[in-house]
């Protein structure tokens, strides 16, 4: 339903807008015009022919009115009330002055008379008998963020209309948003990523003859990641100053994700991208670029991580993603990428150990099961992992992960690993401890252990395991991989001293 706040468009809009050097100014979206894509409409399904809503020759004057006195300030860009051409500005910055409560009763009154009606979204609606000169107002409401495509399309022959779309910024002031204003019976089309609000539809007919019709609509997707909108070189999201992992997707073919980080230590940066293969993605269907300082430089798709030599002190690092179009790889709305950008993470001492005082199978004695046990443990293993950038700079909030598996099926051979994980403190470290329970032993050997002055026999029944570490954030490091694997782990289920005898 639309908002119940005043929305105080005329007085509002007839207020000069202005930016004060003293005063914090807001950043709102800014819609492109752009030619009205084909497959967008035809995804919007045939809503009911509606009546013209004609908004009050007051209401249109008071547009009018703003629209004179606005006047681009010294320093700033004032938004644009005539058709916005670069899709690739960032968003306008302005404050608009307030209304007086009696400019608002008034304006409110005339505005419910124009704009009362609620339109769905994702639906084309049909008007006809526009006449010249009429303004046409609707509302839609937006209960999240969304790339919106707002279209107005199908004009018969001798209609031109323009339009316009404006936002309510919660406290009854209309933010416009953008214009499109094409010669004719053009196809009137404005796109972007907006926020979650109560926005307003303003069709104006700069020319009409008998019957005049044209159809208008909003497509809504709110399948966006967390960055939007990032879509271009100057909205490029700025990312902290860490290692930053991030799950994002592309919301059309045409998407493209952009991301800058700042080296502010002169630290090496990291650069990663990986398939969010729950989503079902695989890292084909993305593709990689570095910016280095004149074009953009694809990351192979075979490659697991990379790493940018430090940029300089406060140097900026670019990367963007974007959906690969190879025919043998289609794209889908739900698939998502993860992409590990920031400090380049160096591993300080990875460990992982039994407790002290384990009695251990020596190398000798291993010639049962899968060979020597580098790790043993009794019924505890404790791990450690320090992460920290090139300049030593700890990195906090990273999650080392152990993977563990303590018991290999002897009959298949077959390794199902367990993950064991801990945040990384102010110091940069994490550490654990993994219980292994008991065990009743696959193996068994005997081994003598010189101790004291006496030689002591013993029966050791164990099972067999293999351990990694990793960390979540960024592939390819840790301990274990291409060249060596795991490491080998012993559990030790049973010590039995058989004899002990004096040396």
């Known amino acids: 339903m639309k908002s119940k706040k005043a929305f105080m468009l005329g007085a509002a809009m007839a207020a000069s807008c202005f930016v004060s050097a003293f005063a914090l100014a807001e950043q709102y979206p800014h819609l492109a015009a752009q030619a009205a894509s084909p497959a967008v409409k035809q995804a919007l399904k045939n809503g009911a022919k509606i009546k013209a809503n004609k908004a009050t020759a007051a209401l249109k004057q008071q547009l009018l009115s703003g629209a004179q006195l606005k006047a681009p300030v010294v320093g700033v860009k004032a938004i644009a009330d005539s058709v916005v051409e670069d ?9 608009v002055q307030k209304a007086t409560a009696q400019q608002a009763t008034a304006v409110q009154a005339t505005l419910v008379q124009g704009c009362e009606q609620t339109l769905d979204v994702n639906s084309l609606y049909t008007i006809n008998g526009v006449q010249t000169g009429d ?16 279209l107005l399309v199908n004009q018969t022959a001798g209609t031109d209309m323009s339009l316009s779309l404006f936002q309510d910024d919660g406290q009854g002031n209309p933010l416009p948003l953008g214009t499109s204003n094409n010669p004719g019976t053009g196809d009137e089309s404005l796109g972007g990523v907006v926020p979650a609000g109560d926005y307003y539809w303003f069709m104006e007919a700069n020319a009409a003859v008998q019957g005049s019709s044209f159809q208008f609509g909003v497509a809504v997707d709110t399948n966006l990641d967390a960055f939007e909108p990032n879509d271009t070189p100057d909205t490029a999201f700025q990312l902290p100053d860490t290692l930053n992992y991030i799950n994002g997707n592309a919301d059309s073919l045409d998407d493209v994700d952009y991301f800058d980080f700042t080296a502010v230590r002169g630290q090496s940066v990291g650069i990663a991208l990986t398939a969010d293969t729950s989503s079902g993605s695989t890292r084909n269907k993305w593709i990689l670029e570095r910016f280095d300082g004149t074009q953009w430089v694809t990351v192979g798709a075979n490659v697991v991580s990379t790493s940018v030599p430090s940029p300089g002190i406060g140097g900026v690092v670019k990367v963007r993603v974007r959906p690969n179009q190879h025919p043998n790889e289609p794209w889908s709305a739900t698939g998502k990428y993860n992409l590990s950008f920031g400090s380049n993470p160096r591993v300080n001492s990875p460990d992982v150990k039994g407790e002290a005082n384990v009695l251990r199978i020596p190398y000798s004695a291993s010639n049962v099961g899968y060979g020597y046990m580098t790790t043993q443990a009794y019924r505890n293993l404790s791990w450690t992992m320090g992460l920290s950038d090139s300049t030593g700079a700890p990195l906090v909030g990273l999650h080392p992960i152990v993977y563990l598996d303590q018991h290999i099926d002897p009959a298949t051979g077959k390794i199902v690993y367990k993950a064991y994980s801990a945040a990384t403190d102010s110091a940069g470290q994490a550490a654990g401890t993994i219980n292994v329970g008991t065990c009743s032993g696959d193996f068994q050997t005997t081994f003598v252990d010189y101790s004291q002055g006496y030689n002591n026999t013993w029966r050791t029944d164990f099972n067999y395991g293999v351990w990694r570490m990793e ?3 960024y592939p390819g490091i ?18 039995t001293l058989l004899s002990s005898t004096k040396s």
């Not at 899709?87 to 404050?95: E, L, M």
């Open 478 to 495: 840790g301990v274990g991989g291409d060249n060596t694997e795991f490491v080998s782990f012993g559990h030790l289920c049973k010590q």
């Open 87 to 95: 899709n690739s500005a960032p968003a306008r910055v302005t404050q």
């Open 471 to 473: 960390v979540l954030e």
């Open 135 to 150: 303004l046409l107002c609707y509302h839609f409401n937006l209960p999240q963020k969304a790339r919106i495509n707002v």
